[in-house]
């Protein structure tokens, strides 16, 4: 299973940008999917994720309101959508594929990751 992330760049405080995730040699079909993010020094952290049919997702306190995923399963694809963005927002974000079918919030939970790909956010 190869997962692909894109989406990254630079925004200035307040803006949006959509993350995409395709998955490559594999499926999404029958698993939960998720984002996190690692910003410099600190630990990965739990961003969002959705259930396998997109009836369940979850979301981090710090990102509840402002950020949305959603799945495409005949692209293959799990997207977030993230808007009024802020400087904490500044990490890399990476998706995972879990290893069953829930919303979970938790690393170990997710067996295959993608490479990353970086968001900055100005002040």
């Known amino acids: 299973v190869q997962l692909q992330a894109s989406g990254g760049g630079m925004v200035q405080t307040g803006g949006s940008l959509r993350l995409s995730c395709r998955v490559r040699r594999g499926t999404l079909k029958g698993y939960g999917m998720g984002w996190f993010r690692q910003a410099p020094g600190k630990e990965r952290e739990f961003v969002s994720a959705?259930?396998?049919?997109?009836?369940?997702?979850n979301y981090a306190d710090s990102v509840k309101g402002r950020f949305t995923i959603s799945r495409d399963v005949d692209r293959n694809t799990v997207d977030l959508q993230m808007n009024s963005l802020e400087p904490e927002d500044t990490a890399v974000y990476y998706c995972a594929r879990g290893v069953s079918f829930g919303a979970s919030s938790t690393r170990s939970q997710y067996a295959y990751w993608g490479q990353g790909t970086l968001v900055t956010v100005s002040s």
């Open positions: 959705i259930s396998r049919l997109g009836s369940n997702t």
